[in-house]
């Protein structure tokens, strides 16, 4: 193991920060009383209590625009991409694949609990599934040679075959024949999981809307008639449209072909934007809308109303598929990069507000400012707001980069898209401090003492 770890510090060290690879000389020298020169990480002042500060997040941002040339070369190639790289949310690893970095996995267990609760409100029953997934489970449902060259496969050392799955009706079906007859007491039986799914994409781009590993929320759902399916259907569509509502995002919920899953019925649960893969025909005059594929070609005139025009638009898509066992997805990483996708603006992240990885971001004065004195003001408001809020304990970060203006401070958090942001300054000197409090969301800012800034923040909903 010595061995082992010496070549790995050989490897990998020098290539890491010179702040972080300043060794202590000898241990004598230590236990001799002699202390090693400070490097720059020693002299980082520690972080108060349950307050998160921004110098100490691993959040490697780069948000001086990288626009023009890379989006040239093709880096690029959506705006969410753009500015979830520059604002360290994510970081590429090889094709199709990315870091999720800290703030990224807030968000991420944020929508992970949103989904959890709806899907647990209609009675869904939570398991995690092997992402290993054996080659003859495959072969006997036929879809080992149709799924073609989007599976990853592989052989262990013994040459059996497996797959990364990308889904896991096989797997889920195997492991209910397993376990005998079903009781009409469990039914309908709804098991779903959320985990890693892999599929071998030709192209991958748009960062995380199309990659070659993503998290997916699947659910598979067991009725004894067909009837009972559709019930089961409707309940879990409702439930999809419940999700969409709570994030503020619109979508359009579209029929659909039921593609190599299979099945008697599907619809998509699109999101309408510029750069979505699928096309759609919605009618202005009634709630219809469907997939292209799924019509007539030239086909304008509506056919549940028979007096709309289809219209198209794009959308991207998460899709549940149903007979008398129903399979329903959502794109967890997709809907978290959609999302940023419609609400951002060029410059700027804007999150729906349950999944912004802090609710709140505290502004202190300039270093050495004419206001400096009410610094320590900042970190009491940012305290205190945790004590008389708890649902926004752990949500609010303190912007301790007092070397930096107030002014570049307040862009970075415009950038980053914290709902609200609290900035100290000339009016929190008063008698009475008053604090430019500032709605990302809409734009707004407003001076208010402590007692309406927590009034505000009340209102803030939390998961």
């Given at each position: 193991?010595?061995?082992?770890?010496?070549?790995?510090?050989?490897?990998?060290?020098?290539?890491?920060?010179?702040?972080?690879t300043?060794?202590?000389?000898?241990?004598?020298?230590?236990?001799?009383?002699?202390?090693p020169?400070?490097?720059?990480?020693?002299?980082?002042?520690?972080?108060?209590?349950?307050?998160?500060?921004?110098?100490r997040?691993?959040?490697?941002?780069?948000?001086?625009?990288?626009?023009?040339?890379?989006?040239?070369?093709?880096?690029?190639?959506?705006?969410?991409?753009?500015?979830?790289?520059?604002?360290?949310?994510?970081?590429?690893?090889?094709?199709?694949?990315?870091?999720?970095?800290?703030?990224?996995?807030?968000?991420?267990?944020?929508?992970?609990?949103?989904?959890?609760?709806?899907?647990?409100?209609?009675?869904?029953?939570?398991?995690?599934?092997?992402?290993?997934?054996?080659?003859?489970?495959?072969?006997?449902?036929e879809?080992?040679?149709?799924?073609?060259?989007?599976l990853?496969?592989?052989?262990?050392?013994?040459?059996?075959?497996?797959?990364?799955?990308?889904?896991?009706?096989?797997?889920?079906?195997?492991?209910?024949?397993?376990?005998?007859?079903?009781?009409?007491?469990?039914?309908?039986?709804?098991?779903?999981?959320?985990?890693?799914?892999?599929?071998?994409?030709?192209?991958?781009?748009?960062?995380?809307?199309?990659?070659?590993?993503?998290?997916?929320?699947?659910?598979?759902?067991?009725?004894?008639?067909?009837?009972?399916?559709?019930?089961?259907?409707?309940?879990?569509?409702q439930?999809?449209?419940?999700?969409?509502?709570?994030?503020?995002?619109?979508?359009?919920?579209?029929?659909?072909?039921?593609?190599k899953?299979?099945?008697?019925?599907?619809?998509?649960?699109?999101?309408?934007?510029?750069?979505?893969?699928?096309?759609?025909?919605?009618?202005?005059?009634?709630?219809?809308?469907?997939?292209?594929?799924?019509?007539?070609?030239?086909?304008?005139?509506?056919?549940?109303?028979?007096?709309?025009?289809?219209?198209?638009?794009?959308?991207i898509?998460?899709?549940?598929?149903?007979?008398?066992?129903?399979?329903?997805?959502?794109?967890?990483?997709?809907?978290?990069?959609?999302?940023?996708?419609?609400?951002?603006?060029?410059?700027?992240?804007?999150?729906?507000?349950?999944?912004?990885?802090?609710?709140?971001?505290?502004?202190?004065?300039?270093?050495?400012?004419?206001?400096?004195?009410?610094?320590?003001?900042?970190?009491?408001?940012?305290?205190?707001?945790?004590?008389?809020?708890?649902?926004?304990?752990?949500?609010?970060?303190?912007d301790?980069?007092?070397?930096?203006?107030?002014?570049?401070?307040?862009?970075?958090?415009?950038?980053?898209?914290?709902?609200?942001?609290?900035?100290?300054?000339?009016?929190?000197?008063?008698?009475?401090?008053?604090?430019?409090?500032?709605?990302?969301?809409?734009?707004?800012?407003?001076?208010?003492?402590?007692?309406?800034?927590?009034?505000?923040?009340?209102?803030?909903?939390?998961?």
């Amino acid at each position: 193991m010595e061995v082992l770890m010496h070549h790995l510090r050989q490897r990998i060290l020098p290539h890491l920060p010179r702040a972080f690879t300043t060794p202590c000389k000898s241990h004598s020298s230590c236990a001799a009383g002699h202390a090693p020169k400070p490097t720059p990480i020693d002299s980082i002042s520690r972080p108060s209590t349950h307050l998160p500060l921004v110098s100490r997040l691993f959040q490697p941002s780069n948000l001086r625009d990288v626009g023009q040339e890379s989006r040239a070369q093709g880096e690029m190639t959506c705006k969410s991409q753009r500015l979830m790289q520059q604002a360290g949310l994510i970081h590429p690893s090889n094709p199709g694949c990315y870091y999720f970095l800290p703030a990224t996995v807030r968000s991420m267990e944020k929508l992970v609990r949103l989904i959890d609760q709806e899907m647990q409100r209609i009675g869904g029953q939570k398991l995690d599934m092997p992402s290993l997934c054996s080659a003859e489970l495959w072969r006997r449902s036929e879809r080992w040679d149709l799924m073609g060259k989007e599976l990853f496969r592989l052989r262990d050392r013994h040459g059996a075959e497996y797959c990364l799955g990308p889904t896991h009706e096989e797997a889920v079906t195997e492991l209910l024949a397993s376990q005998g007859t079903l009781s009409y007491r469990q039914l309908p039986l709804m098991l779903y999981q959320m985990t890693r799914k892999f599929r071998d994409e030709p192209k991958p781009r748009f960062g995380l809307l199309r990659g070659r590993e993503f998290y997916m929320k699947d659910m598979y759902t067991f009725d004894v008639s067909e009837e009972a399916a559709y019930h089961t259907y409707e309940s879990v569509c409702q439930a999809y449209n419940r999700l969409f509502s709570r994030l503020g995002l619109r979508i359009v919920q579209v029929q659909a072909d039921t593609g190599k899953i299979g099945g008697k019925l599907s619809h998509e649960f699109q999101l309408p934007a510029d750069i979505g893969e699928d096309r759609l025909l919605v009618c202005g005059s009634c709630s219809f809308s469907a997939n292209v594929e799924t019509m007539e070609p030239g086909r304008t005139d509506c056919p549940q109303c028979q007096a709309g025009t289809l219209v198209e638009s794009k959308g991207i898509e998460n899709k549940p598929a149903v007979t008398e066992m129903g399979c329903f997805g959502l794109g967890v990483t997709r809907i978290l990069a959609a999302a940023i996708e419609v609400m951002s603006t060029e410059e700027a992240i804007r999150w729906p507000g349950l999944l912004a990885p802090y609710q709140v971001c505290v502004l202190p004065p300039k270093r050495g400012s004419k206001v400096d004195e009410v610094a320590g003001l900042a970190e009491e408001v940012a305290l205190s707001l945790g004590e008389a809020l708890p649902s926004l304990r752990g949500e609010v970060v303190l912007d301790d980069r007092t070397q930096m203006t107030i002014g570049k401070r307040l862009k970075d958090a415009s950038q980053l898209g914290y709902p609200y942001v609290v900035a100290l300054g000339q009016k929190a000197t008063e008698e009475t401090p008053r604090f430019e409090v500032i709605c990302q969301q809409t734009g707004e800012t407003m001076f208010l003492n402590r007692d309406g800034l927590v009034d505000l923040l009340r209102r803030v909903e939390t998961v």
